[in-house]
């Protein structure tokens, strides 16, 4: 991609220096600490708490916490991954941001992406929490771990063509991150060749590929591994973290990760946490699991096989197929890594005054037709998508009672696990909530808390911009949460090339096309065309009651609207989204 420096762009301290806080915010400023969970790839159904098949012990346990609110009706912000990552951050639909869609590139050392997330650095969670916290040194309040997937992390991208867009573009004071996917086993094994005899390939290579040394676990984007032998399909996935000391503001991991990936992420959180030494923070653990490729450590298999950590295959079922003992694994893996972060903030004395949310970013794996899959609620049944995956199961992870997957605009695309423990708010109780929340609303219940207001305590120049989150705070207070608007449209912002739009309201879902649409063999209806759900009713959207309520069809289009003018006012006249940023002024 072209650079071209068509705009000039603040500087993180510059922004905030417009940002004043109100008189009322520095009264009731808390010691609020917060944290948001991200899993990747995770359909409603695949927790435990809601009869998956992985047993996870530590969630299910955090749910009858006391402190603790599940919520039933949550939904990511998009459905797939790169723009729910921007709801998180931001409280804004992705859209509003410039985030279509995503980008593929593996590692650093083979690609440097030029996506475009947010070029008029729209005001995020981090900022937020520096804003309320000006006496907290600013370089070691907020940290980022995981998997990012908003843009590359050298800070002179511009230099290969790509464009700087890591967490620290993006407020926060520290980050140990990959770039994009990592396999959920021995993450970067593949970096080096005295590493690869460590890797764990999981169900994606047999003993020959292995021996043969071109073994991969797939979903490699970018040049070959560096030192690789040319036309190697050995892909490197790293960590990276901030460090100006060396080239492109970045050093990576110099050993080998873990077997578990998800013990690298929360043994990095508990350093960052031993460094707070007691005082607030805001973090991020974008956990990989269960995102392809996904793999479990062989230990993590074997207990699933016999049933240690699963349920057991129904009677007279199939046994479990080597990529379900893969994902299972992951998801114990990821439960573990759960229960060691509550563990640690409870050690440390952070958790009754830590408001801690986790959510994945979109349904599961693959699509079905018509998003319907068959099978069972714990087992789904379909066709794959090869050649990228073997025949048999549709993929192994649950919509439940949904309908739709990752990608569709259906709620089983979007509508994802959701917890919330907040012990100082929701106190010494535990329950579940049927109300609608999303990833946006976690910048606007953090600022509730901090004291801060969207309309006066952003930059300046974004006071009147569009915000979609809403503070969650009633319903963590067990208070009464109105009726509200939201949207979804999959690949992008024009309304000419999505493949799916969605737009909820009360119970009430309009749907007009989904990433798996087309013609119902059984019943010969075009499921592309508009449809109305009642899901209250009907929460399977099984039931399209276009037909015969079609004033509500009107009444839900004149919403959708709305909301579509909204979006794209903001595309143009907000983010400039057809602007490239000022990499210059960026990197100072």
Known sequence: MKMKNMRSHAKLPLLLATAAVSADAK??????????????????????????????????????????????????????????????????????????????????????????????????????????????????????????????????????????????????????????????????????????????????????????????????????????????????????????????????????????????????????????????????????????????????????RKGETCRLPDPGAKPYTEWELDFYACLNELDGGVGRVLETLGDRGYYDDTMVWFTTDNGPEVNCPNGLCGGTFQRPEGPWDPPRHKKGLVGPGSQGLLRGRKRDTWEGGHRVPGIVSYPRVVGKTYRTSWETVVTMDFLATMMDVLGLDVATDRPEAQRDWAFDGKSIMPILKNETWPNRGIGWMFWNHNISHAKGIGFRYGPWKLVNTSMSCGHDKTTGADMCKTQLYNLDDDLGERHDLSQSNPAMVEEMSARFDEWYQSIQHSWDDESHCGYVPDQEAMED
């Open 27 to 304: 009264a009731t400023r808390s010691n609020a600490s917060f944290l948001m969970l991200l899993g990747d790839d995770i359909g409603w159904g695949d927790m435990h708490y809601n009869n998956g098949t992985a047993l996870t012990p530590n969630i299910d346990k955090w749910t009858k916490t006391p402190g603790t609110v599940t919520l039933m009706d949550f939904h990511s912000g998009g459905t797939v991954c790169s723009p729910t990552r921007a709801t998180v951050l931001t409280g804004r639909n992705h859209f509003r941001d410039c985030v279509n869609f995503v980008f593929s590139c593996s590692d650093m050392t083979q690609c440097v992406p030029d996506f475009k997330f947010a070029p008029e650095r729209t005001f995020t969670i981090a900022d937020a929490f520096q804003l309320a916290h000006p006496e907290l040194p600013s370089t070691s309040q907020s940290f980022f771990t995981g998997k990012w997937h908003l843009g590359s992390l050298y800070k002179d991208s511009a230099k290969y063509g790509g464009i700087w867009s890591s967490p620290e573009t993006h407020g926060f004071s520290k980050f140990n991150a990959t770039v994009e996917v990592s396999p959920t086993a021995t993450t970067n094994c593949q970096c080096r060749s005295d590493w690869y005899g460590q890797c764990n390939f999981g169900h994606y290579a047999t003993q020959q590929q292995i021996a043969s040394g071109h073994a991969s676990t797939g979903h490699c984007n970018g040049h070959a591994t560096p030192g690789e032998p040319s036309g190697d399909k050995r892909c490197c996935f790293n960590y990276w973290w901030n460090d100006d000391s060396n080239d492109h503001g970045v050093t990576n991991l110099s050993n080998p990760s873990p077997d578990d990936d998800s013990e690298y992420v929360t043994s990095a959180f508990d350093i960052f946490l031993n460094q707070r030494q007691g005082d607030p923070f805001v973090a991020h653990i974008s956990f990989h699991n269960c995102h392809i490729p996904y793999i479990g450590t062989v230990e993590a298999r074997e207990k699933c």
